[in-house]
């Protein structure tokens, strides 16, 4: 039982029980209470009735059994000192009401009703109905166990009704929790359900409207990325173009490749603001798999620049938490780094570990010069001749897989990138 059920429950059950013994115990007492009056009252009857027929009649105390058709015991003491009817001896209450005194009184655990019958031959005759403590409490232990037992199934039908209502609540709770761990995962397309009460119906309905103003802020967001981008072109032709004019071969080489930088970091730069966010803990793909299709596509342009260029994976697949676009673009723009600082004949290594606990790491390194003694590595900051950017992108993409990326330099020579990804959640 989740926590809100059990704390509802018991809540229910404390009150419940409260309400029901403040409501039962009193009945109860009263019922009793009832029931030996109806005794009493049984048992009074009786004797008045029985004097009077005596009075009437002296002659039927012959025909008195001792007991009364509702349990009362009849006893008819006589002046002579005779007793007629149910055994019982001659009490101080007996000898009191033989006086002319009618009276109840408590005797033996129940109640005797004595009445005096006057004008009896011998003098005055004393009828005595007993009630038994039997009779006194006969009905009320039934009657209690009945009302135990209605207690024990409003008590029960209340734990159902709170049960109900818990899973109903732990059920509306939950749709909530699920659809912010997705948003918070990068699912924007996530949504809830209301149900519940009304205020946890407002809730989802809040999330659902925070969801979709998220996704309207992003694209719009991405859009002006990308259109500003997209404006860049228009000067970055107008470059090349001066480029090209400059009648100087070695400088005109410079600036073009210049331009030609240029221009892939403009490519990226909207490649990167127009493609769809990154997908949420359910992302998956094979590192292998990844690694081996990049590798693949480099290659023609390594060997047109006689770069040797070696891809080390397993032979089987390292599922790491990432889309296969991302995990993509992050080994596009490690190899990319390669070819542009690096001269034309460096060899570079593409290097696939699996980790023991799940994910894994990739480690590119080539045989070039390294990193700048200036450069920050533990930021992978750009020099005076770089952004960055394909190391940006391929930090955020290590850290969006709940990995890292670290830059170092070989030994003797040349750089080290590691990117270590996380398993798929």
């Not at 408590?106 to 009896?120: H, N, Y």
């Not at 011998?122 to 009905?139: C, D, E, F, P």
């Not at 490519?267 to 094979?286: H, N, Q, Y």
């Amino acid at each position: 039982m989740s926590g809100v059920r059990r704390q509802l429950a018991t809540l229910v059950a404390v009150t419940m029980t409260l309400v029901l013994l403040a409501f039962l115990v009193p009945l109860g007492i009263l019922l009793r209470g009832t029931a030996a009056d109806q005794a009493i009252s049984l048992a009074v009857d009786t004797a008045q009735s029985t004097a009077a027929l005596i009075a009437a009649d002296p002659d039927a105390v012959a025909g008195i059994d001792g007991t009364s058709s509702g349990g009362v015991a009849i006893t008819v003491f006589m002046a002579n000192g005779t007793v007629v009817g149910a055994a019982a001896g001659r009490t101080p209450s007996v000898r009191l009401a033989a006086l002319g005194y009618a009276f109840t009184a408590s005797s033996g655990g129940g109640v005797e009703s004595l009445v005096p019958v006057q004008g009896m031959p011998g003098g005055t005759a004393v009828v005595r109905a007993y009630a038994s403590s039997a009779l006194l409490r006969k009905g009320v232990t039934r009657t209690w166990i009945v009302l135990g037992l209605l207690g024990l199934a409003l008590l029960v039908l209340g734990l159902l009704l709170a049960d109900w209502l818990g899973r109903r609540l732990r059920g509306a709770v939950t749709s909530l929790a699920a659809t912010a761990d997705r948003l918070a995962g990068g699912d924007l397309s996530a949504r809830v359900e209301p149900d519940g009460p009304r205020e946890l119906r407002r809730v989802g309905a809040e999330l659902n409207r925070l969801a979709a103003r998220i996704g309207e802020l992003l694209a719009a967001e991405r859009e002006e990325v990308a259109d500003l981008a997209h404006r860049l072109r228009t000067p970055v032709t107008a470059l090349r173009l001066d480029a090209e004019a400059v009648t100087d071969a070695e400088d005109r080489q410079r600036f073009t490749g210049d331009v030609d930088h240029l221009e892939r970091i403009v490519d990226e730069v909207i490649r990167t603001a127009r493609r769809p966010g990154r997908e949420g803990a359910g992302a998956s793909a094979d590192l292998t798999a990844v690694v081996a299709d990049r590798v693949a596509f480099w290659t023609p342009l390594a060997e047109d620049d006689r770069r040797p260029i070696t891809a080390s994976v397993p032979g089987h697949p390292v599922l790491v938490h990432c889309t296969i676009a991302d995990l993509g673009a992050a080994i596009d723009a490690l190899i990319q780094n390669v070819f542009a600082h690096t001269p034309d004949r460096t060899a570079m290594r593409v290097n696939v570990t699996p980790d023991p606990a799940g994910g894994g790491t990739l480690t590119v390194t080539d045989d070039g010069p390294g990193f700048p003694a200036d450069v920050d590595l533990s930021r992978g900051a750009g020099s005076g001749t770089s952004t960055g950017l394909g190391l940006d992108i391929a930090r955020r993409t290590a850290e969006s897989a709940g990995g890292t990326m670290t830059l170092r330099n070989g030994n003797p020579a040349g750089a080290v990138i590691t990117l270590t990804f996380g398993a798929p959640g």
